[in-house]
């Protein structure tokens, strides 16, 4: 299964949530590898710091368009899910990152700039559906969620218009844990906040659940 965790903005959370998922994904048993096609390459630098005895989580770095639909489908055959660490840009390569994905995850902050953005990505999303003539899963995720903020409510009510790209009923919250665990090569699952923990574990199980329905 491969999915890509994408956007057209940066800043939105895609390395931290590509990091996260990785882990918790690594604990329910998956065989799980990153993809880090950012040009900061994150998700290569944070599995540098990551401590040998936690559950394995190879990161590759690809950068090359020409080769990075290759070397994912490669990787696709010898684990259960590939993670891809996307680019945010309109490049050729957000593209393509749309187009192999078995499914597409974007997240999103509740900020006017994010909802910008997102329809100028919603115009390259109907692109690369059309140009595979079959439906891509999306999803929109909202980042640094918080109920007690109106913003919040109202951009997860505006996300709801959205018909192409649905929703994730899961949400993750601005919390120090995601910050702190990074430094470390963890996930928040491996971290002493458990609120943080619960949290990417039913982000997780949610995506699960998806995941069983496409495949």
């Given at each position: 299964?491969?999915?890509?965790?994408?956007?057209?903005?940066?800043?939105?959370?895609?390395?931290?949530?590509?990091?996260?998922?990785?882990?918790?994904?690594?604990?329910?048993?998956?065989?799980?590898?990153?993809?880090?096609?950012?040009?900061?390459?994150s998700s290569l630098?944070?599995?540098?710091?990551?401590?040998?005895?936690?559950?394995?989580?190879?990161?590759?770095?690809?950068?090359?368009?020409?080769?990075?639909?290759?070397?994912?489908?490669?990787?696709?055959?010898?684990?259960?899910?590939?993670?891809?660490?996307?680019?945010p840009s309109l490049?050729?390569?957000?593209?393509?990152?749309?187009?192999?994905?078995?499914?597409?995850?974007?997240?999103?902050?509740?900020?006017?700039?994010?909802?910008?953005?997102?329809?100028?990505?919603?115009?390259?999303?109907?692109?690369?559906?059309?140009?595979?003539?079959?439906?891509?899963?999306?999803?929109?995720?909202?980042?640094?969620?918080?109920?007690?903020?109106?913003?919040?409510?109202?951009?997860?009510?505006?996300?709801?218009?959205?018909?192409?790209?649905?929703?994730?009923?899961?949400?993750?919250?601005?919390?120090?844990?995601?910050?702190?665990?990074?430094?470390?090569?963890?996930?928040?699952?491996?971290?002493?906040?458990?609120?943080?923990k619960d949290e990417?574990?039913?982000?997780?199980?949610?995506?699960?659940?998806?995941?069983?329905?496409?495949?």
């Amino acid at each position: 299964m491969i999915i890509s965790i994408t956007s057209l903005k940066g800043g939105v959370g895609k390395s931290t949530l590509t990091q996260n998922l990785a882990v918790c994904f690594a604990h329910m048993d998956y065989k799980v590898c990153i993809v880090d096609a950012d040009a900061n390459q994150s998700s290569l630098r944070w599995a540098g710091y990551r401590p040998d005895n936690l559950p394995k989580i190879m990161v590759s770095g690809q950068q090359d368009e020409n080769s990075l639909l290759k070397n994912v489908r490669l990787l696709n055959n010898d684990y259960d899910i590939v993670l891809i660490d996307g680019t945010p840009s309109l490049s050729k390569t957000t593209s393509k990152l749309l187009l192999i994905a078995d499914l597409v995850i974007i997240p999103i902050l509740p900020s006017g700039l994010d909802f910008w953005a997102t329809e100028i990505f919603i115009d390259r999303f109907v692109e690369a559906q059309e140009l595979r003539e079959k439906n891509i899963p999306a999803y929109f995720l909202l980042n640094q969620y918080d109920e007690r903020q109106n913003l919040s409510k109202e951009s997860k009510e505006a996300l709801g218009m959205y018909e192409i790209i649905k929703c994730l009923e899961n949400n993750v919250k601005s919390r120090s844990a995601y910050r702190k665990a990074i430094i470390d090569g963890l996930g928040v699952y491996e971290y002493n906040d458990p609120k943080a923990k619960d949290e990417m574990v039913e982000v997780a199980n949610e995506i699960i659940q998806i995941m069983s329905k496409i495949s």
